[in-house]
């Protein structure tokens, strides 16, 4: 299944590529990451998964993944613009955007869909499963994270629909508690999967999945840009100087 999922995200990247190309959006990689792991799942499904708890982890995998998905197409259908990371690397690369988009978003995300979809290409591998405690341990965090990254991601959209918020911070809800809640929720779905995932034989080294996902929000893609975007804004700095970056915490007065 490793080598088939290799196949299928990479011939799923390729045409979201040309999509992107066409459209002249490279912000479609966002809703393309999220539905390749439905499709990952799905594959392994097809390759010939049918324990009953692989069909449980797929229905996790696909209420994350859709979630995601529709999110961020509404949220682009209203933004109406590329996303400002994607805009900008597109003039920072000039004239070679094209193949450089090629490679350093869809490819090398495909490299770390990949890599963050072990726990569902390990588990499609196996013919057999015994439900133990990490089923439960496992689903327990999922439906928190989801929860959690759902109720943040909801938030921040009515924040920004309306109109005396434009250029304003958000600090409610669950923004009080963490400057990126939503990519806490995110992360924690992940290691929820992983978890799950245990109740399958040779799985551990799924951990990878949730280590990179949660380095790649925290310190590469998530938090950092998004940092990097406000670090002239004096609103969010005061913000900042007062709220947890990522895990949830009372903020500091």
Same mark, same amino acid.
């Given at each position: ?112 869909? @990949?890599? !963050? +979809?072990? &726990?569902?290409? =390990?588990?499609?591998?196996?013919? *057999?499963?015994?439900?133990? #405690? ?70 551990? @080294?799924? !951990? +990878?999945? &949730?280590?990179? =996902?949660?380095?790649?929000?925290? *310190?590469?893609?998530?938090? #950092? ?29």
């Amino acid at each position: 299944m490793l080598i088939l999922g290799a196949i299928v995200v990479f011939v799923y990247m390729i045409t979201w590529f040309i999509i992107a190309v066409v459209a002249k959006d490279n912000g479609l990689a966002d809703i393309a990451w999220g539905l390749g792991f439905a499709v990952l799942a799905i594959a392994g499904w097809i390759h010939g998964a049918n324990n009953q708890l692989y069909f449980v982890l797929l229905g996790m995998v696909l209420l994350w993944a859709l979630r995601l998905a529709a999110y961020l197409y509404f949220r682009n259908r209203v933004r109406k613009t590329e996303d400002f990371r994607y805009r900008s690397w597109r003039e920072d690369w000039g004239d070679n955007w094209v193949w450089i988009t090629f490679w350093r978003v869809f490819m090398l995300q495909g490299f770390f869909m @990949w890599v !963050i +979809a072990l &726990p569902i290409m =390990l588990s499609a591998n196996q013919s *057999s499963a015994t439900f133990n #405690p990490w089923g439960i341990i496992g689903l327990a965090l999922f439906l928190l994270g989801w929860l959690f990254e759902t109720i943040a991601d909801q938030q921040m959209l009515r924040f920004k629909s309306k109109v005396a918020n434009k250029g304003k911070i958000i600090t409610s809800g669950l923004w009080k508690y963490s400057r990126h809640p939503n990519y806490f929720g995110e992360s924690l779905c992940w290691w929820g999967i992983y978890c799950f995932s245990l109740q399958f034989e040779n799985t551990i @080294w799924g !951990i +990878a999945s &949730p280590l990179v =996902l949660t380095w790649l929000l925290t *310190s590469v893609s998530g938090v #950092p840009l998004l940092e990097k975007h406000y670090r002239d804004n004096l609103e969010f700095q005061d913000y900042a100087r007062r709220t947890s970056v990522f895990f949830p915490w009372p903020p500091r007065k």
